[in-house]
Protein backbone atom coordinates (compact mmCIF):
# COMPACT_ATOMS: atom_id res chain seq x y z
CA UNK A 1 0.00 0.00 0.00
CA UNK A 2 0.95 3.65 -0.60
CA UNK A 3 2.80 5.48 1.71
CA UNK A 4 1.17 8.65 3.25
CA UNK A 5 2.54 11.58 4.72
CA UNK A 6 0.52 14.35 6.21
CA UNK A 7 2.20 17.88 5.89
CA UNK A 8 1.55 21.20 8.02
CA UNK A 9 2.95 24.37 7.22
CA UNK A 10 1.84 27.37 9.09
CA UNK A 11 2.67 30.51 7.31
CA UNK A 12 2.48 33.88 8.53
CA UNK A 13 -0.18 35.26 7.08
CA UNK A 14 -4.13 35.21 8.17
CA UNK A 15 -5.81 38.32 6.31
CA UNK A 16 -4.62 38.77 3.47
CA UNK A 17 -7.06 36.36 0.41
CA UNK A 18 -4.87 36.60 -2.10
CA UNK A 19 -1.62 35.57 -0.50
CA UNK A 20 -3.54 32.22 1.15
CA UNK A 21 -5.01 31.14 -1.81
CA UNK A 22 -1.77 31.67 -3.78
CA UNK A 23 -0.19 29.39 -1.18
CA UNK A 24 -2.76 26.61 -1.22
CA UNK A 25 -2.95 26.51 -5.36
CA UNK A 26 0.83 26.32 -4.88
CA UNK A 27 0.45 23.28 -2.53
CA UNK A 28 -2.72 21.63 -4.33
CA UNK A 29 -1.05 22.21 -7.97
CA UNK A 30 2.28 19.94 -7.33
CA UNK A 31 1.48 16.79 -8.37
CA UNK A 32 0.78 13.57 -5.98
CA UNK A 33 0.01 16.21 -2.85
CA UNK A 34 -3.85 16.81 -1.45
CA UNK A 35 -4.39 19.61 0.26
CA UNK A 36 -7.09 18.17 2.86
CA UNK A 37 -7.53 22.14 4.92
CA UNK A 38 -6.60 26.09 4.83
CA UNK A 39 -7.67 27.38 8.73
CA UNK A 40 -6.59 31.10 8.10
CA UNK A 41 -6.81 32.90 11.88
CA UNK A 42 -7.21 36.68 11.39
CA UNK A 43 -5.86 37.92 14.83
CA UNK A 44 -3.24 35.14 14.60
CA UNK A 45 -2.96 36.87 11.07
CA UNK A 46 -1.78 33.11 10.46
CA UNK A 47 -2.53 30.14 8.45
CA UNK A 48 -2.43 26.25 8.92
CA UNK A 49 -2.28 24.20 5.67
CA UNK A 50 -3.15 20.61 5.68
CA UNK A 51 -2.32 18.28 2.91
CA UNK A 52 -1.25 14.98 2.47
CA UNK A 53 0.75 12.85 -0.16
CA UNK A 54 3.83 10.53 -0.89
CA UNK A 55 7.74 11.54 0.82
CA UNK A 56 8.75 13.10 -2.07
CA UNK A 57 5.14 14.67 -2.92
CA UNK A 58 5.21 16.55 0.25
CA UNK A 59 8.33 17.61 0.08
CA UNK A 60 8.50 19.14 -3.44
CA UNK A 61 4.64 20.84 -1.97
CA UNK A 62 5.83 22.33 0.90
CA UNK A 63 9.02 23.95 -0.84
CA UNK A 64 6.68 25.21 -3.79
CA UNK A 65 4.40 27.11 -1.12
CA UNK A 66 7.77 28.11 0.48
CA UNK A 67 8.85 29.51 -2.68
CA UNK A 68 5.70 31.68 -2.89
CA UNK A 69 6.00 32.83 0.65
CA UNK A 70 9.31 34.29 -0.55
CA UNK A 71 7.96 36.42 -2.85
CA UNK A 72 4.53 37.31 -1.09
CA UNK A 73 5.10 37.60 2.76
CA UNK A 74 7.10 39.87 4.53
CA UNK A 75 7.77 39.82 8.08
CA UNK A 76 9.06 43.24 8.43
CA UNK A 77 5.22 43.87 8.24
CA UNK A 78 4.06 41.34 10.29
CA UNK A 79 1.66 41.18 14.01
CA UNK A 80 -0.45 38.48 15.14
CA UNK A 81 -1.51 37.19 18.42
CA UNK A 82 0.47 33.78 17.71
CA UNK A 83 4.15 33.41 18.19
CA UNK A 84 6.26 33.20 15.24
CA UNK A 85 9.83 33.99 13.62
CA UNK A 86 9.19 32.89 10.08
CA UNK A 87 7.32 33.77 6.83
CA UNK A 88 6.98 30.11 6.61
CA UNK A 89 7.00 29.74 10.81
CA UNK A 90 7.28 25.80 11.13
CA UNK A 91 6.82 22.74 8.66
CA UNK A 92 6.25 19.53 10.51
CA UNK A 93 6.00 16.17 8.98
CA UNK A 94 3.35 13.67 10.02
CA UNK A 95 3.02 10.04 9.68
CA UNK A 96 -0.36 8.49 8.12
CA UNK A 97 -0.24 5.33 7.11
CA UNK A 98 2.19 2.65 6.08
CA UNK A 99 5.24 4.99 7.02
CA UNK A 100 7.51 5.64 9.99
CA UNK A 101 8.34 8.08 11.65
CA UNK A 102 12.25 7.82 10.84
CA UNK A 103 10.93 8.36 6.97
CA UNK A 104 9.54 11.89 8.36
CA UNK A 105 12.67 12.85 9.93
CA UNK A 106 14.48 12.17 6.08
CA UNK A 107 11.96 14.22 4.73
CA UNK A 108 12.15 16.99 7.10
CA UNK A 109 16.10 17.06 6.77
CA UNK A 110 15.98 17.08 3.01
CA UNK A 111 12.91 19.53 2.86
CA UNK A 112 15.18 21.60 5.48
CA UNK A 113 18.57 21.17 3.19
CA UNK A 114 16.53 22.54 0.32
CA UNK A 115 14.54 25.02 1.59
CA UNK A 116 17.86 26.59 2.99
CA UNK A 117 19.76 25.92 -0.26
CA UNK A 118 17.03 27.22 -2.37
CA UNK A 119 16.08 30.63 -0.61
CA UNK A 120 19.26 31.68 1.39
CA UNK A 121 17.33 31.11 5.25
CA UNK A 122 18.41 29.76 8.31
CA UNK A 123 16.26 26.29 8.78
CA UNK A 124 16.01 24.70 12.62
CA UNK A 125 15.47 21.15 13.05
CA UNK A 126 12.50 20.26 15.74
CA UNK A 127 10.85 17.20 17.29
CA UNK A 128 12.50 13.93 16.26
CA UNK A 129 14.15 15.53 13.85
CA UNK A 130 16.14 17.40 16.28
CA UNK A 131 19.61 16.90 16.19
CA UNK A 132 19.84 18.12 19.93
CA UNK A 133 17.83 17.39 22.70
CA UNK A 134 17.92 21.24 23.74
CA UNK A 135 15.98 21.76 20.31
CA UNK A 136 13.51 19.06 20.41
CA UNK A 137 10.37 21.87 21.77
CA UNK A 138 9.39 24.01 19.26
CA UNK A 139 9.22 26.95 22.35
CA UNK A 140 12.25 26.63 22.94
CA UNK A 141 13.53 27.71 19.03
CA UNK A 142 10.81 30.11 18.62
CA UNK A 143 11.32 31.80 21.71
CA UNK A 144 11.87 35.64 21.66
CA UNK A 145 10.42 35.10 18.16
CA UNK A 146 10.86 37.23 15.40
CA UNK A 147 12.38 40.41 17.14
CA UNK A 148 15.19 38.18 18.68
CA UNK A 149 16.42 36.77 15.64
CA UNK A 150 19.13 39.18 14.53
CA UNK A 151 20.89 38.49 18.30
CA UNK A 152 20.06 34.73 18.48
CA UNK A 153 21.64 34.16 15.16
CA UNK A 154 24.74 35.45 16.11
CA UNK A 155 25.01 33.14 19.19
CA UNK A 156 26.85 29.86 17.97
CA UNK A 157 24.73 28.10 20.38
CA UNK A 158 22.05 28.98 17.83
CA UNK A 159 23.57 28.64 14.83
CA UNK A 160 20.84 27.17 12.46
CA UNK A 161 20.80 23.30 11.36
CA UNK A 162 20.90 24.29 7.60
CA UNK A 163 21.18 27.51 5.81
CA UNK A 164 23.78 30.81 6.62
CA UNK A 165 23.82 32.09 10.66
CA UNK A 166 22.56 35.52 9.51
CA UNK A 167 19.48 37.63 10.12
CA UNK A 168 17.17 37.61 6.68
CA UNK A 169 14.71 40.26 7.48
CA UNK A 170 11.97 39.80 4.75
CA UNK A 171 11.83 35.68 6.04
CA UNK A 172 13.06 35.63 9.35
CA UNK A 173 14.11 31.56 10.36
CA UNK A 174 12.07 28.51 9.58
CA UNK A 175 11.64 25.61 11.76
CA UNK A 176 11.10 22.06 10.44
CA UNK A 177 10.70 18.24 11.91
CA UNK A 178 8.69 15.40 12.47
CA UNK A 179 6.18 14.56 14.58
CA UNK A 180 2.82 12.58 15.81
CA UNK A 181 -0.21 14.24 14.87
CA UNK A 182 -0.80 17.15 17.19
CA UNK A 183 -4.17 18.79 17.50
CA UNK A 184 -5.02 22.28 18.00
CA UNK A 185 -7.29 23.38 20.33
CA UNK A 186 -8.93 26.15 21.43
CA UNK A 187 -11.46 26.95 24.27
CA UNK A 188 -13.25 29.80 23.89
CA UNK A 189 -14.06 32.26 27.10
CA UNK A 190 -16.16 35.36 27.93
CA UNK A 191 -13.33 37.31 29.56
CA UNK A 192 -9.81 39.20 29.16
CA UNK A 193 -6.92 37.67 27.44
CA UNK A 194 -4.85 37.97 30.52
CA UNK A 195 -7.60 35.01 32.45
CA UNK A 196 -7.16 33.38 29.55
CA UNK A 197 -2.91 33.16 30.10
CA UNK A 198 -3.83 32.28 33.46
CA UNK A 199 -5.55 29.31 32.54
CA UNK A 200 -3.33 28.02 30.28
CA UNK A 201 -0.26 28.67 33.15
CA UNK A 202 -2.34 26.06 35.10
CA UNK A 203 -2.37 23.81 32.65
CA UNK A 204 0.23 23.25 30.26
CA UNK A 205 3.19 20.81 30.98
CA UNK A 206 5.38 23.72 30.90
CA UNK A 207 3.34 25.80 33.59
CA UNK A 208 5.11 28.93 34.91
CA UNK A 209 8.03 27.68 35.20
CA UNK A 210 10.25 23.87 36.47
CA UNK A 211 8.70 25.23 40.11
CA UNK A 212 5.29 25.67 38.87
CA UNK A 213 4.61 22.99 35.99
CA UNK A 214 1.21 22.58 35.07
CA UNK A 215 -1.29 19.94 35.35
CA UNK A 216 -1.59 18.18 32.20
CA UNK A 217 1.19 16.33 30.20
CA UNK A 218 2.07 16.65 26.69
CA UNK A 219 0.37 19.95 26.43
CA UNK A 220 1.35 23.23 24.83
CA UNK A 221 -0.79 26.31 26.10
CA UNK A 222 -1.47 30.41 25.77
CA UNK A 223 -4.13 32.62 26.00
CA UNK A 224 -5.31 35.20 23.76
CA UNK A 225 -8.25 37.43 22.47
CA UNK A 226 -9.77 36.94 19.09
CA UNK A 227 -10.81 40.67 18.59
CA UNK A 228 -12.94 39.26 15.11
CA UNK A 229 -15.08 37.01 17.91
CA UNK A 230 -14.60 39.23 20.66
CA UNK A 231 -14.05 36.07 22.57
CA UNK A 232 -10.83 35.24 24.67
CA UNK A 233 -9.05 31.78 24.01
CA UNK A 234 -7.26 29.15 25.72
CA UNK A 235 -5.13 27.83 22.37
CA UNK A 236 -3.57 24.85 23.32
CA UNK A 237 -1.33 22.09 21.09
CA UNK A 238 -1.86 18.10 22.25
CA UNK A 239 1.29 16.76 21.77
CA UNK A 240 -0.30 13.41 22.24
CA UNK A 241 -4.12 13.13 22.14
CA UNK A 242 -3.70 9.56 24.33
CA UNK A 243 -1.89 10.95 26.85
CA UNK A 244 -4.28 13.97 27.35
CA UNK A 245 -6.95 13.83 25.27
CA UNK A 246 -9.61 16.44 23.91
CA UNK A 247 -12.11 15.93 26.32
CA UNK A 248 -9.53 16.27 29.25
CA UNK A 249 -8.60 20.02 28.22
CA UNK A 250 -11.93 21.05 28.08
CA UNK A 251 -12.99 19.64 31.29
CA UNK A 252 -10.07 21.30 33.12
CA UNK A 253 -10.37 24.60 31.42
CA UNK A 254 -14.48 24.62 32.59
CA UNK A 255 -13.11 23.59 35.97
CA UNK A 256 -10.47 26.80 36.07
CA UNK A 257 -13.07 28.82 34.36
CA UNK A 258 -15.89 28.46 37.34
CA UNK A 259 -13.25 28.96 39.57
CA UNK A 260 -13.04 32.35 38.07
CA UNK A 261 -16.78 32.80 37.44
CA UNK A 262 -15.80 32.87 34.07
CA UNK A 263 -18.09 31.25 31.26
CA UNK A 264 -17.20 28.91 28.79
CA UNK A 265 -18.61 29.39 25.19
CA UNK A 266 -17.71 26.51 23.39
CA UNK A 267 -14.63 25.38 21.26
CA UNK A 268 -12.58 25.36 18.54
CA UNK A 269 -10.77 22.73 16.44
CA UNK A 270 -7.38 24.69 13.88
CA UNK A 271 -7.04 22.07 11.25
CA UNK A 272 -7.51 18.40 11.08
CA UNK A 273 -8.04 15.73 13.98
CA UNK A 274 -7.73 12.01 13.78
CA UNK A 275 -10.91 10.19 14.24
CA UNK A 276 -9.81 8.33 17.69
CA UNK A 277 -9.35 11.27 19.74
CA UNK A 278 -13.26 12.21 18.56
CA UNK A 279 -14.33 8.84 19.37
CA UNK A 280 -11.89 8.73 22.80
CA UNK A 281 -13.79 11.68 24.01
CA UNK A 282 -17.34 10.68 22.63
CA UNK A 283 -16.89 7.32 24.82
CA UNK A 284 -15.17 9.68 27.98
CA UNK A 285 -18.96 11.40 27.80
CA UNK A 286 -20.96 8.04 27.56
CA UNK A 287 -19.23 6.49 30.11
CA UNK A 288 -19.90 10.13 32.23
CA UNK A 289 -23.85 10.01 31.34
CA UNK A 290 -24.19 6.22 31.23
CA UNK A 291 -25.42 7.19 27.22
CA UNK A 292 -25.88 4.19 25.14
CA UNK A 293 -24.56 4.61 21.30
CA UNK A 294 -23.50 2.62 18.85
CA UNK A 295 -23.20 4.84 15.41
CA UNK A 296 -20.02 6.62 14.80
CA UNK A 297 -21.44 9.21 12.98
CA UNK A 298 -23.83 9.92 16.87
CA UNK A 299 -20.30 9.51 18.85
CA UNK A 300 -19.14 12.47 16.31
CA UNK A 301 -22.27 14.32 16.95
CA UNK A 302 -22.30 13.89 20.58
CA UNK A 303 -18.58 15.01 21.14
CA UNK A 304 -19.47 18.33 18.38
CA UNK A 305 -22.37 19.06 21.20
CA UNK A 306 -20.55 18.48 24.22
CA UNK A 307 -17.65 20.59 23.52
CA UNK A 308 -19.10 23.13 21.63
CA UNK A 309 -17.34 22.65 18.32
CA UNK A 310 -19.66 24.73 16.25
CA UNK A 311 -19.74 27.86 18.14
CA UNK A 312 -17.34 30.01 15.84
CA UNK A 313 -18.35 27.75 12.56
CA UNK A 314 -20.19 24.43 11.47
CA UNK A 315 -18.02 21.80 11.98
CA UNK A 316 -18.19 19.39 9.22
CA UNK A 317 -16.87 16.15 10.22
CA UNK A 318 -15.98 15.07 6.73
CA UNK A 319 -13.86 18.24 5.67
CA UNK A 320 -12.31 17.86 9.91
CA UNK A 321 -11.05 13.96 10.49
CA UNK A 322 -8.28 13.25 8.92
CA UNK A 323 -9.41 9.45 7.90
CA UNK A 324 -12.59 10.87 6.13
CA UNK A 325 -10.28 13.09 3.93
CA UNK A 326 -8.57 10.20 2.85
CA UNK A 327 -10.54 7.57 2.11
CA UNK A 328 -12.67 10.20 0.19
CA UNK A 329 -9.92 10.97 -2.20
CA UNK A 330 -9.13 6.97 -2.42
CA UNK A 331 -9.44 5.65 -5.58
CA UNK A 332 -9.89 2.08 -5.35
CA UNK A 333 -10.93 2.05 -1.85
CA UNK A 334 -11.33 -2.05 -1.83
CA UNK A 335 -14.24 -5.10 -1.87
CA UNK A 336 -16.39 -3.47 1.19
CA UNK A 337 -16.87 -0.29 -0.96
CA UNK A 338 -18.21 -2.63 -3.73
CA UNK A 339 -22.40 -2.95 -4.51
CA UNK A 340 -23.36 -6.17 -2.97
CA UNK A 341 -23.53 -7.70 -6.52
CA UNK A 342 -19.98 -6.28 -7.72
CA UNK A 343 -18.69 -7.75 -4.82
CA UNK A 344 -20.18 -11.55 -5.71
CA UNK A 345 -19.47 -10.97 -9.23
CA UNK A 346 -15.37 -10.34 -7.95
CA UNK A 347 -15.82 -13.66 -5.98
CA UNK A 348 -16.91 -15.42 -8.97
CA UNK A 349 -14.49 -14.02 -11.49
CA UNK A 350 -11.21 -15.95 -12.97
CA UNK A 351 -8.75 -15.02 -10.17
CA UNK A 352 -7.73 -16.24 -6.92
CA UNK A 353 -8.61 -12.98 -4.79
CA UNK A 354 -10.95 -12.33 -3.44
CA UNK A 355 -11.54 -15.78 -2.53
CA UNK A 356 -12.55 -18.23 0.41
CA UNK A 357 -10.86 -16.12 3.06
CA UNK A 358 -12.68 -13.08 2.12
CA UNK A 359 -16.61 -14.98 1.99
CA UNK A 360 -15.57 -16.36 5.45
CA UNK A 361 -15.02 -12.96 6.98
CA UNK A 362 -18.21 -11.25 4.93
CA UNK A 363 -20.00 -14.27 6.41
CA UNK A 364 -18.74 -13.19 9.88
CA UNK A 365 -19.69 -9.98 10.01
CA UNK A 366 -22.90 -10.73 8.67
CA UNK A 367 -23.52 -13.18 11.61
CA UNK A 368 -21.96 -10.33 14.17
CA UNK A 369 -24.29 -7.40 12.31
CA UNK A 370 -27.77 -9.77 13.10
CA UNK A 371 -26.42 -10.31 16.31
CA UNK A 372 -26.65 -6.38 16.78
CA UNK A 373 -29.59 -6.65 14.79
CA UNK A 374 -31.63 -8.72 17.61
CA UNK A 375 -29.98 -7.55 20.35
CA UNK A 376 -31.39 -3.50 19.05
CA UNK A 377 -34.43 -5.90 18.25
CA UNK A 378 -35.21 -6.39 22.38
CA UNK A 379 -34.02 -2.87 23.34
CA UNK A 380 -35.68 0.44 23.35
CA UNK A 381 -39.15 -1.18 23.22
CA UNK A 382 -41.76 -0.84 26.57
CA UNK A 383 -42.70 -4.51 26.22
CA UNK A 384 -39.10 -5.38 26.83
CA UNK A 385 -37.88 -2.47 28.94
CA UNK A 386 -36.58 -4.87 31.72
CA UNK A 387 -34.14 -6.26 29.08
CA UNK A 388 -32.58 -2.74 28.53
CA UNK A 389 -29.55 -3.37 30.32
CA UNK A 390 -28.81 -6.80 29.32
CA UNK A 391 -29.07 -5.78 25.55
CA UNK A 392 -26.93 -2.54 26.62
CA UNK A 393 -24.09 -4.70 27.95
CA UNK A 394 -24.75 -6.87 24.72
CA UNK A 395 -25.02 -5.40 21.80
CA UNK A 396 -22.03 -3.44 21.26
CA UNK A 397 -19.23 -6.20 21.25
CA UNK A 398 -21.66 -7.55 18.07
CA UNK A 399 -21.79 -3.75 16.89
CA UNK A 400 -17.70 -3.68 17.07
CA UNK A 401 -17.29 -6.84 15.52
CA UNK A 402 -19.27 -5.99 12.65
CA UNK A 403 -17.10 -3.46 11.82
CA UNK A 404 -13.91 -5.34 12.22
CA UNK A 405 -14.97 -8.52 9.95
CA UNK A 406 -15.93 -6.03 7.26
CA UNK A 407 -12.20 -4.56 7.49
CA UNK A 408 -10.99 -8.22 7.27
CA UNK A 409 -12.82 -8.94 3.48
CA UNK A 410 -9.96 -6.68 2.13
CA UNK A 411 -7.43 -7.68 4.92
CA UNK A 412 -7.71 -11.32 3.56
CA UNK A 413 -7.84 -10.21 -0.19
CA UNK A 414 -4.56 -8.36 0.51
CA UNK A 415 -2.88 -10.66 2.04
CA UNK A 416 -3.05 -13.54 -0.41
CA UNK A 417 -2.15 -11.10 -2.84
CA UNK A 418 1.19 -10.23 -1.04
CA UNK A 419 2.20 -13.78 -1.50
CA UNK A 420 1.16 -13.65 -5.41
CA UNK A 421 3.52 -11.01 -5.60
CA UNK A 422 6.31 -12.52 -4.06
CA UNK A 423 6.03 -15.68 -6.44
CA UNK A 424 6.51 -12.61 -9.06
CA UNK A 425 10.07 -12.10 -7.89
CA UNK A 426 13.48 -12.76 -10.05
CA UNK A 427 14.87 -16.05 -9.14
CA UNK A 428 17.89 -15.88 -11.55
CA UNK A 429 20.49 -15.89 -8.81
CA UNK A 430 21.71 -17.47 -5.90
CA UNK A 431 20.24 -13.91 -3.95
CA UNK A 432 17.48 -14.05 -5.45
CA UNK A 433 16.09 -17.12 -5.11
CA UNK A 434 16.57 -16.64 -1.41
CA UNK A 435 15.05 -13.26 -1.40
CA UNK A 436 12.25 -14.64 -3.09
CA UNK A 437 11.50 -17.93 -0.51
CA UNK A 438 11.86 -15.11 2.14
CA UNK A 439 8.95 -13.20 0.53
CA UNK A 440 6.78 -15.97 -0.26
CA UNK A 441 7.10 -17.50 3.26
CA UNK A 442 6.18 -14.20 4.84
CA UNK A 443 3.26 -13.33 2.27
CA UNK A 444 1.79 -17.18 3.46
CA UNK A 445 1.99 -16.82 7.34
CA UNK A 446 0.19 -13.01 6.76
CA UNK A 447 -2.27 -15.44 4.57
CA UNK A 448 -2.64 -17.86 7.40
CA UNK A 449 -2.54 -14.94 10.36
CA UNK A 450 -5.50 -12.61 8.78
CA UNK A 451 -8.28 -16.13 8.71
CA UNK A 452 -6.96 -17.06 12.28
CA UNK A 453 -7.55 -13.42 14.12
CA UNK A 454 -10.99 -13.70 12.11
CA UNK A 455 -11.42 -17.00 14.22
CA UNK A 456 -10.33 -15.58 17.55
CA UNK A 457 -12.54 -12.02 16.34
CA UNK A 458 -15.74 -14.48 16.25
CA UNK A 459 -14.39 -16.34 19.54
CA UNK A 460 -14.82 -13.63 21.26
CA UNK A 461 -18.55 -13.35 20.52
CA UNK A 462 -20.00 -17.11 21.51
CA UNK A 463 -20.20 -15.73 25.02
CA UNK A 464 -22.33 -12.95 23.87
CA UNK A 465 -24.41 -14.72 21.88
CA UNK A 466 -25.75 -17.27 24.12
CA UNK A 467 -26.62 -14.95 26.39
CA UNK A 468 -28.46 -12.90 23.27
CA UNK A 469 -30.37 -15.85 22.96
CA UNK A 470 -31.57 -16.50 26.79
CA UNK A 471 -32.86 -13.01 26.64
CA UNK A 472 -33.68 -11.82 23.22
CA UNK A 473 -37.18 -11.26 21.29
CA UNK A 474 -38.38 -14.75 20.54
CA UNK A 475 -40.37 -12.80 17.33
CA UNK A 476 -35.95 -12.53 15.82
CA UNK A 477 -35.32 -16.33 16.43
CA UNK A 478 -34.55 -17.58 12.60
CA UNK A 479 -32.38 -14.46 12.70
CA UNK A 480 -30.21 -15.03 15.30
CA UNK A 481 -29.95 -18.83 14.00
CA UNK A 482 -29.08 -17.85 10.86
CA UNK A 483 -26.49 -15.59 12.99
CA UNK A 484 -25.08 -18.56 14.90
CA UNK A 485 -24.65 -20.65 11.45
CA UNK A 486 -22.57 -18.13 9.59
CA UNK A 487 -20.47 -17.37 12.38
CA UNK A 488 -20.30 -20.97 12.79
CA UNK A 489 -19.57 -21.31 8.75
CA UNK A 490 -17.12 -18.28 8.65
CA UNK A 491 -14.69 -20.05 11.27
CA UNK A 492 -14.99 -23.28 8.98
CA UNK A 493 -13.87 -21.20 6.15
CA UNK A 494 -11.09 -19.44 8.51
CA UNK A 495 -9.84 -23.16 8.88
CA UNK A 496 -9.24 -24.55 5.93
CA UNK A 497 -7.74 -21.13 4.81
CA UNK A 498 -5.58 -21.35 7.33
CA UNK A 499 -4.94 -25.13 6.72
CA UNK A 500 -3.99 -24.71 2.86
CA UNK A 501 -1.72 -22.71 3.59
CA UNK A 502 -0.03 -24.14 6.36
CA UNK A 503 1.07 -26.82 3.89
CA UNK A 504 3.72 -24.68 2.49
CA UNK A 505 5.42 -23.27 5.08
CA UNK A 506 8.70 -24.57 6.38
CA UNK A 507 8.74 -22.98 9.84
CA UNK A 508 7.44 -26.20 11.66
CA UNK A 509 7.31 -24.63 14.99
CA UNK A 510 4.50 -21.87 13.19
CA UNK A 511 2.71 -24.46 11.40
CA UNK A 512 2.00 -26.49 15.24
CA UNK A 513 0.89 -23.39 16.51
CA UNK A 514 -1.64 -22.02 14.28
CA UNK A 515 -3.08 -25.79 13.33
CA UNK A 516 -3.80 -26.34 17.04
CA UNK A 517 -5.46 -22.66 17.42
CA UNK A 518 -7.87 -23.05 14.33
CA UNK A 519 -8.63 -26.22 15.61
CA UNK A 520 -9.62 -25.36 19.01
CA UNK A 521 -11.24 -22.68 17.62
CA UNK A 522 -13.36 -24.46 15.23
CA UNK A 523 -14.50 -27.02 17.80
CA UNK A 524 -15.44 -24.23 20.00
CA UNK A 525 -17.87 -22.60 17.07
CA UNK A 526 -19.11 -26.04 16.57
CA UNK A 527 -20.19 -26.14 19.90
CA UNK A 528 -21.20 -22.33 19.83
CA UNK A 529 -23.57 -22.75 17.44
CA UNK A 530 -24.99 -25.88 18.41
CA UNK A 531 -25.46 -24.63 21.83
CA UNK A 532 -27.43 -21.39 20.59
CA UNK A 533 -29.53 -23.23 18.63
CA UNK A 534 -30.48 -26.24 21.23
CA UNK A 535 -31.45 -22.86 23.50
CA UNK A 536 -33.69 -21.25 21.31
CA UNK A 537 -35.67 -24.58 20.32
CA UNK A 538 -35.88 -24.72 24.09
CA UNK A 539 -37.52 -21.16 24.69
CA UNK A 540 -39.34 -21.47 21.80
CA UNK A 541 -40.72 -25.07 22.95
Known amino acids: MAKL ?28 CVLLDVDAGASTNRTVYTFVGSPEAVIEGA ?34 MNISMEECVTCAHVFGQRLAAELGVPVYLYGEAAREESRKALPTIRAGEYEALPEKLAKPEWAPDFGPPTFV ?7 TGARTFLIAYNINLLCTKELAHRIAL ?27 ENIAQVSTNLLDFETTPLHAIYEEVCRDAEALNLPVVGSQLVGLVPKKAMLD ?8 EKLFILEEEQKIRLVVSRLGLDSLSPFHPRERIIEYLVQAGEVDRGLVAKPLGAFVRAVGGRSAAPGGGSVSAAAAALGAALGCMVGLMSYGKRQFEELDPIMRKLIPPFHQAMDELVAMVDADSRAFSSYMEAMKLPKSTPDEQERRMAAMQQGLKTAVRVPCALAEKVSGLWPALKELACH ?21 GAYFNVMINLKDITDEKFKLVMSQKVSGLLEEANQGSSFVLALLEKRAA
Open 202 to 228: NLREQGRGIDQPGRLKRVQGIGWYLEE
Open 169 to 175: PRWGATV
Open 472 to 492: CNLACKSDIQVGAKMLEAAVF
Open 63 to 96: LSAARVAGQLIDMRQHTGEHPRMGALDVCPFVPV
Open 281 to 288: TAEFYIKK
Open 5 to 32: VECVPNFSEGNNKEVIDALGQAISQTPG
